[in-house]
């Protein structure tokens, strides 16, 4: 069963990886890996930690891949374990602190289709948005507007991944919109940004 999106893209070599296919499970790591990284990536950890995440999370997926019941889209399952994984990170190490993730650590996942000026924009764009999650959100208004706007989750399904009620989701990201748009506008940047954040 799959939730208001149509099809699965993943379904078929989640099945013939269930049943031992090690290129079927070759092909999901190679679709998902980047996803699972920039993810990962944005919830302000080191560009070492998150590669090391990324790897811990794809052997969570492989161990448990028989328990994907097919409730969710997979990459919503896989998205998942690695949040799982990031917030088991975070409260083991007593020091850890948000790093200020640099620029070249997301300049080398690839991002097809760019002309450099769109790639400036961008760049420009994520380094805003970036210092306007972490200064201007509380942790469960940015993990909820991440799942729903960068990684493009439905509310359904965001609402399954945090264990939360939709209503609540939807409240989260309604909160999290306005706080960035005022935030945002405070500090000047509102121009960098054609998304409607009311």
């Known amino acids: 069963?799959?939730?208001?999106?149509?099809?699965?893209?993943?379904?078929?070599?989640?099945?013939?990886?269930?049943?031992?296919?090690?290129?079927?499970?070759s092909q999901l790591l190679k679709r998902l890996e980047q996803r699972v990284f920039r993810f990962i990536l944005r919830h302000s950890l080191t560009n070492e930690d998150a590669q090391d995440?990324?790897?811990?999370?794809?052997?969570?997926?492989?161990?448990?891949?028989?328990?994907?019941?097919?409730?969710?889209?997979?990459?919503?399952?896989?998205?998942?374990?690695s949040r799982n994984l990031v917030l088991n990170h975070i409260n083991r190490s007593s020091s850890f602190r948000f790093a200020s993730v640099d620029d070249s650590d997301l300049a080398d996942v690839p991002d097809d289709n760019e002309d450099p000026h769109e790639a400036c924009q961008r760049q420009d764009r994520l380094t805003v948005l970036r210092q306007g999650l972490q200064n201007h959100l509380s942790q469960d208004l940015r993990e909820a507007l991440m799942l729903v706007c960068l990684e493009g989750l439905s509310y359904r399904e965001a609402a399954r991944l945090l264990e939360l009620p939709e209503a609540t989701v939807k409240t989260r990201v309604f909160?999290?919109?306005k706080a960035l748009r005022a935030g945002f506008a405070a500090e000047g940047h509102e121009e960098l940004f054609t998304l409607d954040f009311s």
């Open 1 to 25: 069963m799959t939730i208001g999106r149509g099809p699965d893209p993943d379904i078929r070599d989640v099945e013939a990886a269930k049943k031992g296919d090690i290129q079927a499970f």
């Open 53 to 81: 995440l990324t790897q811990e999370t794809f052997l969570e997926v492989h161990r448990n891949l028989n328990n994907f019941r097919g409730n969710s889209m997979f990459s919503t399952w896989v998205l998942g374990i």
């Open 175 to 177: 909160r999290a919109r």
